[in-house]
């Protein structure tokens, strides 16, 4: 027997679901000015009145209340949002719902978009300046993965922590299997081929390796992935991110925070 309240929101479901897209899309577009409408490429300003903690506007889609960017996202970009995959703002507006100004990424992809746009302490400056993302792309470009002291080489050349390198490096990485296999980089076949493959790092790790490790490990990357990486045991991994060993290098971040690259507020989690 099912009681009341399951009757009703059976009910509710299937009126719910009645609703065609159409009417959906009409209903939606009804919360967004004509004039930001008519800008395909501008910024569409949710109008919808509510607004969740986190700042995103709120929209009724199909029986529940969800973020109303990620109701455009389903209305107008094909519908589906994979599982562990957030809906993402490539214009940093979180009331923003053009379509056009979205795209899927994981939750990794989502703090290292906050890398990405530029909030990333330099080393050796008294204040925090932005790295652009011209400066990233070069980096990034210019690296050659598993050539001893790349990381060090390019901390140098453009007067940034090794640690800060080490996470544009991991971020392009983990953005690049995103598109093939998921939120998982080691699981990608080109990753996998590269750490086995060049076996650049089974004799030794160097202290670039050590900081490259914390980084990582700061970021999110697991025991595992890193021992499998750098062609070592999963104790010894454990033992430079715990910081027993390698007592000389900077320690780990924080884990899911970083050394110092941004705060909570600039990780859009949606
Ligand atoms: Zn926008």
Request: hydrophobic share 35%; aromatic share 8%.
């Amino acid at each position: 027997m099912r009681n009341r309240k399951q009757v009703e929101a059976a009910i509710a479901a299937r009126q719910a679901d009645a609703e065609d897209l159409g009417t959906i899309r009409r209903r939606f577009l009804g919360m967004i000015s004509m004039a930001d409408r008519q800008n395909q490429d501008g910024c569409w300003i949710w109008q919808g009145g509510h607004q969740s903690a986190a700042g995103y506007g709120m929209f009724w889609y199909r029986g529940r209340t969800i973020g109303a960017h990620r109701a455009s996202w389903l209305i107008f970009n094909e519908g589906e949002i994979p599982p562990k995959h957030v809906v993402m703002h490539k214009c940093d507006d979180r009331m923003c719902v053009n379509p056009r100004h979205l795209r899927l990424g994981t939750h990794r992809d989502n703090m290292q978009d906050a890398v990405d746009k530029g909030r990333i302490a330099f080393g050796g400056r008294s204040a925090r300046t932005s790295l652009d993302e011209m400066t990233v792309a070069a980096m990034r470009g210019e690296f050659i993965p598993g050539r001893y002291g790349e990381l060090t080489r390019i901390a140098n050349k453009y007067n940034v922590k090794l640690s800060t390198v080490s996470m544009i490096i991991h971020g392009n990485n983990w953005k690049y299997s995103r598109v093939t296999l998921g939120s998982d980089p080691s699981s990608d076949p080109a990753h996998k081929k590269a750490a086995s493959g060049a076996n650049h790092y089974k004799a030794k790790l160097t202290e670039e390796n050590v900081i490259d490790i914390r980084t990582a490990f700061a970021l999110g990357q697991s025991y595992e992935k890193l021992a499998l990486q750098y062609g070592v045991a999963k104790p010894t991994i454990a033992g430079i991110c715990s910081n027993r060993t390698w007592t000389n290098l900077p320690s780990t971040p924080r884990r899911g925070v970083g050394p110092q690259l941004f705060s909570s507020q600039e990780i859009h989690v949606a």
